[in-house]
């Protein structure tokens, strides 16, 4: 199983990224897995930004992030997509892609996203 985040980069904050996630090598279908979105700002416990679930029709945001980004999947390629507008220099972490279908729990490396003027 591997997932593998892209996207990530420096922006000045204002600004937008769109980060992907792709997934291969599941046992079961994709659209099974609740996809999720964390990130780990350095000195702090990594925390929930955004999670979807398989068919991609509820989706859940941590409060810091409602209204700036947007979570969405391709069931058919097998993605997961962050879109962040709005960027805030404490946006600025480590974000992972997770996937989930219990009790299997699969997590990516991350893509680093930095905001910073």
């Known amino acids: 199983v591997q997932l593998v985040e892209s996207g990530g980069g420096l922006v000045q904050p204002g600004g937008s990224l769109r980060l992907s996630c792709a997934a291969s090598?599941?046992?079961?279908?994709?659209?099974?897995?609740?996809m999720s979105w964390y990130r780990q700002a350095p000195g702090k416990e990594r925390e929930l930004v955004a999670n979807?679930?398989?068919?991609?029709?509820?989706?859940n945001y941590a409060d810091s992030v409602k209204g700036r980004f947007t979570i969405s999947r391709d069931n058919a390629k097998s993605m997961v997509f962050l879109q962040m507008n709005s960027l805030k220099p404490e946006d600025t972490a480590v974000y992972h892609c997770?996937?989930?279908?219990?009790?299997?729990?699969?997590w990516g490396q991350g893509t680093q996203v930095t905001v910073s003027s």
């Open positions: 997770k996937a989930r279908r219990v009790p299997l729990e699969y």
């Open positions: 090598g599941f046992t079961f279908s994709f659209s099974s897995y609740t």
């Open positions: 979807i679930n398989g068919l991609g029709g509820m989706t």
